[in-house]
């Protein structure tokens, strides 16, 4: 009611400068807060060829009965955000806490919320996940080049995306499922996104309104690792000299820690020894 205070939550992103597209979201909930319960979808397999069959999951936190479960499935529009699609299940929702989708063909991503009572009753919405399908899709295809799946930051990778689409974006999950498109950390040119020094490790994939590639996990190192050299006796911190390919090398200047040592993969190729003083 608006008589008790309200608590809103706002915030804005430029996740595609280029497109000058602003995202806001607000969220509004008055009274009960904290009382709202949020549903948590889980998928499995994460990773998926095509036809398998994917369970979807979905759970209320915190837990209590008599919920009907809502099935969404995400719809790209414009660069970075998504339309959301209700399943069959329909409107009604589901008795059932889980959901099979049979024959998933490609990368798609899903939401749930429950609902109970009447006037129904809703729970806060799931986070967006999603299915990464590993195999093949001629409609939608990703292509890594050079074609492996560990790469350095300071090479460019060509991330291709080929099908029925003129107009691809190539879209990133980090390992906190947080989104992004290829202007973050590289730059399209057609329908291919080269990276730049700014591209880490997560799961790549293609998109347009009507297509989903095959995803791609993708590991990219720095450039510079941190070598520790390691007393045999750990409760005495003692400072150790460096050497690369038998010369001492000029130690990090981190006081507290010249037991350990970061170098430049440059530098690769190089053999390197540590000594106690
Ligand atoms: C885009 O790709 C084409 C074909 O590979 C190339 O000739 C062109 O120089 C590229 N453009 C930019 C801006 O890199
Ligand atoms: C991607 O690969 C890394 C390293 O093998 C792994 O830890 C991570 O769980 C994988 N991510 C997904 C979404 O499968």
Redesign the pocket.
Known sequence: GWDTPCLVRWGFSFDDVSHFILALNILLYCGHAQDVPQSVLTVSPSWTSPGDSVTLTCSVEPPSAGWRFFWYKAVPKGSIAYTYELLAGGTTGTEQDSYIIHGQTHTAGYKCRAGRGDPVFYTQNSDLKFVWSGGVNPAASLTVSPHRLQHFSTESLSLICEGNSAEWRVKKADEDGKRSICSKWGAM??S?C?TDTRASSGVYWCESETQSSNAANITIHRESVTLHCRHGDQRKEKNADFYKDKTLIEMDTNHQHTHEITISLMSDGSSYKCRFK
């Open positions: 040119n057609g291919t080269n």
